[in-house]
């Protein structure tokens, strides 16, 4: 009989050596996190100063901004080099990252779960037009995000005429990955997860580059327990296996099989909770510009010319949006997706942004973006940190942090209609609303539409290129991108164009010349 491959995480994690690649997964707010795992790492390394100088990889973001997920890696030595999709649950290793202790660099989420694949495969690497124009792009900053970050993680290459990106490939020689069960003789289950996210290609990365795969558990279960389509990963990939009975469906939940789609409806364990959760959110949702905003944007979900359009709501204001949609019944009109490979449901937002309740299917992350970068998806609406006046948006890197984009570049470069949802302005902006008007009754002092942003997260030229229709929705104004750059279409009622929109604006857009005012309908309370 083999050996077991069972081990507690103290042994699992004594596999990890100095300057390792580690392959990491999971989504904020615990999703898919293999935190026992994780926290044996830290520990590790704390009591022994082992393993040293490691190369991290994530494709989402992942902790809880204190303690959990990277944070467990943000250690001066523990890490060299961080190749993050998303950094914002992690101060600790943003804070790495300004103080140039870490290398940091960025990939799009999509890219990052995709070119694990093309590891596994053995393949050159992969090869996209996901990136260009970007911060990903060579030349301009390569994913380079501080200056002890060197290297480019892609190349520009020319195939039948047209410009691709070729990201580099490189071994992974340890993957961390969460799964439901395993059995006896090592399969892997994903049964009661919220997600699949990428543990298969990137189990497949380790395992082809010659290295070694964890899997935390939250179940051990005879041999034989598991039917074949059951078993997402086969035991010949798995070195070994840490089993978590803690083990949560999110660091607030602790098992919740309408997430992983194996129950309709809210166990009733959980109904308090969730009750709660509803509360706060209710007291937060208190009608304001963020839902004047989602008004005005949901105006665009049916007007795709698809009678049933393929739609993509990123977090912030977007969010908004899709609550408004749910709240409206209908969901039916569309098809809703996230880029973590779900389809349907209740969407999730803040720290659970990324899980869906009673969704409808659940695809693997990486064939998700094989589907956005094909074409598939109808319309995507985003949030922007900062546009300029070629329509280039700013998600990455604000104020000197590295935020990275998750899946933003893969989604915004990718959707053929494209709404960017945020305000106007930030830092100090006092408004006031709900009666069919808004009002600026202080203006921000920091301005969102800038001559040029710090690092181009989504290009506007080539948006231009790809023929996408690009809007930029705010509580003030819409804009959309033009071959002449941006043109502002249209105001809020009770808006001063020149006070409140133009002085606000560190560039001059282009005006329309039948230019509109929105429907006050959009800014009354009582108007759902």
């Known amino acids: 009989m083999s050996e077991s491959k069972f081990m507690t995480a103290a042994q699992a994690v004594e596999l990890i050596r100095d300057g390792d690649t580690v392959g990491l997964m999971g989504g904020g707010g615990g999703l898919m996190e293999a935190t026992h795992v994780f926290e044996a790492v830290q520990a590790r390394f704390l009591a022994t100063q082992q393993p040293r100088g490691l190369t991290v990889m994530h494709a989402l973001g992942i902790g809880d901004k204190k303690t959990k997920g990277m944070n467990c890696f943000a250690h001066e030595g523990l890490v060299r080099r961080v190749i993050g999709g998303h950094w914002v649950w992690s101060p600790a290793m943003q804070q790495l990252a300004v103080d140039e202790k870490i290398e940091a660099y960025i990939l799009p989420g999509g890219v990052s779960s995709q070119l694990m694949r093309e590891i596994g495969a053995g393949r050159p690497g992969l090869f996209t037009h996901v990136g260009l124009g970007t911060v990903c792009d060579p030349r301009l900053g390569g994913g380079r995000m501080n200056a002890s970050a060197k290297d480019d993680l892609a190349d520009v290459v020319q195939m039948d005429g047209r410009e691709y990106l070729r990201y580099k490939p490189f071994p992974i020689h340890i993957a961390i990955v969460r799964a439901s069960a395993a059995d006896e003789e090592g399969n892997i289950s994903f049964e009661h997860e919220a997600a699949n996210l990428d543990a298969q290609s990137l189990a497949l990365a380790a395992r082809n580059s010659g290295g070694k795969v964890i899997v935390q558990v939250a179940e051990r279960l005879p041999r034989g327990a598991l039917k074949a389509r059951e078993v997402r990963i086969p035991s010949a990939w798995v ?3 840490v089993v978590d009975p803690d083990q949560r469906t999110s660091y607030d939940i602790p098992f919740d099989p309408s997430f992983s789609g194996e129950l309709t409806g809210t166990p009733r364990e959980h109904s308090e909770a969730i009750d709660r959760a509803r509360e706060v959110a209710a007291a937060q949702e208190a009608f304001s510009e963020r839902q004047a905003i989602a008004r005005r944007a949901a105006v665009e979900l ?15 204001v977007p969010d908004a949006v899709a609550r408004l949609i749910a709240a409206r019944g209908e969901q039916h009109r569309l098809y809703q997706t996230i880029e973590h490979g779900t389809y349907g449901g209740t969407l999730m937002d803040g720290v659970l942004f990324g899980y869906a309740r009673n969704a409808s299917a659940m695809l693997d992350a990486p064939t998700q973006f094989d589907f956005y970068a094909g074409g598939g998806l109808d319309i995507a609406f985003l949030g922007f940190g900062e546009f300029d006046a070629q329509g280039s948006v700013n998600v990455s890197k604000l104020g000197g942090l590295t935020v990275g984009p998750g899946g933003f570049i893969d989604i915004a470069q990718n959707a053929r209609k494209v709404v960017f949802c945020g305000t106007l302005a930030a830092k100090g902006v006092k408004l006031q609303t709900g009666d069919g008007q808004m009002r600026v009754l202080q203006q921000g002092a920091v301005k969102k539409l800038v001559s040029r942003v710090e690092q181009i997260t989504f290009s506007g030229p080539q948006g231009l290129v790809r023929g996408q229709e690009v809007l930029y929705l705010t509580e003030r104004a819409s804009f959309r991108l033009t071959s002449q750059g941006i043109e502002l279409y249209e105001i809020a009622p009770g808006i001063d164009l020149q006070r409140d929109v133009l002085d606000q604006m560190a560039f001059m ?10 429907s006050r309908e959009h800014f009354e309370a009582s108007h759902s």
């Open 239 to 241: 070195d070994a296996i």
């Open 302 to 316: 049916f007007n795709t010319g698809k009678p049933r359009p393929v739609v993509n709501y990123g977090v912030g």
């Open 509 to 518: 857009p282009a005006i329309a010349t039948d230019l509109r005012v929105m």
